[in-house]
């Protein structure tokens, strides 16, 4: 049984889809110090179906990721996970674009300038939120 409380105790398990090999490998090595579970994928084909983002508590996505935007992820993903919470990033200035259309999944949006931490940290309060 998956209760709430029984999945608070266990480390947080994150997936970072970005396509810079650096950023995904320097938040890897913070979150593995912040003791939360991540893994990475430089492409929505990488991780191969998508279907696999269930084992997953929340997903970090980077806005710019080949031929589709963030929200374009973020809805067909939405569709298939059951509104699994995810936090959208990005290199560039997205606020436009995300006041105008967000999908519900979507639950944050950061600027990588942010900084590792933060992201990490919004990633766990999606979780904290999605148990409560």
């Known amino acids: 049984m998956n209760s709430p409380i029984i999945r608070m105790n266990k480390k947080p398990k994150m997936v970072l889809i970005d396509d810079d090999p650096s950023y ?3 938040l890897a090595r913070c979150a ?28 970090i996505i ?3 990721l ?17 509104d699994m919470p995810m936090v959208l990033i990005s290199a560039s200035d997205r606020s436009e674009e ?9 639950r944050a949006f950061l600027n990588k300038s942010a900084g590792f931490s933060k992201i990490l940290d919004t990633a766990r309060q999606c ?3 999605k148990a409560s």
């Open 24 to 26: 995904t490998s320097i």
């Open 32 to 59: 593995a110090m912040e003791g939360i579970d991540l893994d990475t994928f430089n492409s929505l084909s990488e991780l191969g179906f998508v279907s696999l983002l269930r084992n997953y508590d929340v997903a």
């Open 62 to 64: 980077d806005y710019d």
């Open 66 to 82: 080949g031929s589709l935007n963030g929200v374009e992820i973020a809805e067909y993903m939405s569709t298939l996970l059951n």
């Open 98 to 106: 995300m006041a105008a259309h967000c999908p519900h999944s979507v």
């Open 127 to 129: 979780i904290s939120a």
